[in-house]
């Protein structure tokens, strides 16, 4: 028996001076000798940890937190780019892509209930978020849809040319030179103008017929005898149409086209409008007194050409809200003004702009005029 504690002490020695520990030597009651050491719990605790790592519990919240620091701060960023600064539906989509990648690659940090919330929080929204923007993208998509729509809405605008008198006066502006006409007339055919009939010009005001390339209507006012030997041979040689309005009441008069010359107008291309009978000034006047000038002048007109005469002028561009509701009454779909600029179809029916042509201007300031866009 001492023999065995004999060795058992050497045993301690060597091992004591081999790896420079101290401690005590205790025999258990079954007589195995023992070494009580604090810094032998320590050197002997490493030895088993490669074999069974899940042995300690404190040790792996650590190590997670230091090896999956770079995958947290990788995935927001790209997930806060798509969702607040709405980039290009590619981008989202390489992005979308993306996130999930960086979160497949490192299961690691999933234990971790510390470092993730943030990783696993922010790979959510952006499935979340992504369909919002993809929904959204259609929009630019599906605004090209609504353009025809909006198209078809702009108004429409045609230059409506105000002529009356064609001789020589420089003195007075309503009567335009020959030469004149024929230079505007000639302008017209070189830039590419489509002269409209009064019809043309309706189908395209009410959006039934496309416009042609720059519409452009003539309009005559009064009924002067020089429409008919001046204006009408320059029209017929360039072919272009008009409207003259005429007053049935000054018809035959000294200066003004009797009903044959109307009537080879009309025969010619020209549209035969009404201009009240005697060209008055409506506002001054009751309203069945304005109810008889504008019926009649139709009546008479359709009767003598038998063609619908339903598109008014009014005598010095004069009008009140009686002389609205008689043309409603009456049947009247549209009806011109004096006021200066293009006819709309935004405008009222009744109260249609046109452009004057004065004989003292020049060419120029016609062009311009004509080009103006309002």
């Known amino acids: 028996m001492r023999r065995t504690f004999w060795v058992a002490g050497c045993i301690a020695?060597?091992?004591?001076?081999?790896?420079?520990?101290?401690?005590?030597?205790?025999?258990n009651d079954s007589g195995i000798v023992q070494l009580t050491s604090p810094h032998a719990a320590e050197a002997l605790a490493p030895q088993p940890a490669p074999e069974s790592a899940p042995a300690p519990a404190a040790e792996p919240l650590q190590q997670p937190q230091i090896a999956p620091e770079p995958v947290p701060k990788l995935v927001p960023e790209p997930v806060q780019e798509i969702i607040q600064e709405q980039v290009?539906?590619?981008v989202q989509t390489t992005m979308?892509?993306?996130?999930?990648?960086?979160?497949?690659?490192?299961?690691?940090?999933?234990?971790?209930?510390?470092?993730?919330?943030?990783a696993a929080a922010s790979p959510q929204p952006a499935p979340a978020e992504s369909p919002n923007p993809a929904a959204a993208e259609p929009?630019?998509?599906?605004?090209?849809?609504?353009?025809?729509?909006?198209?078809?809405?702009?108004?429409v605008s045609i230059?409506?040319?105000?002529y009356h008198s064609i001789g020589h006066d420089p003195d007075n502006s309503l009567l335009l030179a020959p030469e004149k006409l024929e230079k505007q007339l000639q302008h017209l055919k070189e830039e590419g103008y489509t002269p409209l009939t009064l019809e043309q010009f309706i189908l395209i005001m009410e959006k039934r017929e496309p416009a042609p390339p720059k519409p452009v209507l003539l309009t005559f006012d009064d009924g002067y005898t020089d429409n008919y030997t001046e204006a009408m041979p320059l029209?017929?040689?360039?072919?272009?149409?008009?409207?003259?309005?005429?007053?049935?009441?000054?018809?035959?008069?000294?200066?003004?086209?009797?009903?044959e010359q109307i009537k080879e107008l009309d025969q010619s291309g020209w549209d035969i409008m009404p201009h009240g009978m005697t060209h008055p000034h409506l506002p001054k006047l009751s309203a069945a007194k304005q109810k008889e000038e504008i019926a009649e002048s139709r009546r008479l007109i359709e009767q003598e050409l038998g063609n619908k005469a339903d598109v008014y002028c009014y005598p010095y561009g004069e009008f009140n809200q009686t002389t609205l509701d008689i043309l409603k009454e009456n049947g009247y779909r549209y009806a011109f003004t004096i006021e200066q600029g293009r006819a709309s179809s935004a405008q009222s029916p009744y109260k249609l702009k046109r452009i004057y042509v004065s004989g003292k201007e020049s060419i120029s300031t016609w062009i311009r005029k004509l080009s103006a866009s309002s």
């Open 13 to 27: 020695i060597l091992w004591m001076v081999t790896f420079g520990i101290g401690g005590v030597m205790t025999r």
């Open 88 to 90: 290009q539906e590619q």
């Open 96 to 118: 979308q892509e993306l996130v999930p990648g960086t979160v497949q690659s490192s299961p690691e940090p999933q234990p971790a209930p510390s470092a993730q919330p943030q």
């Open 139 to 155: 929009k630019p998509a599906s605004n090209p849809a609504p353009s025809p729509e909006k198209r078809s809405e702009e108004p």
């Open 159 to 162: 230059p409506v040319l105000n």
């Open 235 to 259: 029209l017929r040689k360039y072919e272009v149409p008009a409207v003259v309005f005429v007053s049935p009441g000054m018809v035959g008069t000294p200066g003004y086209m009797t009903w």
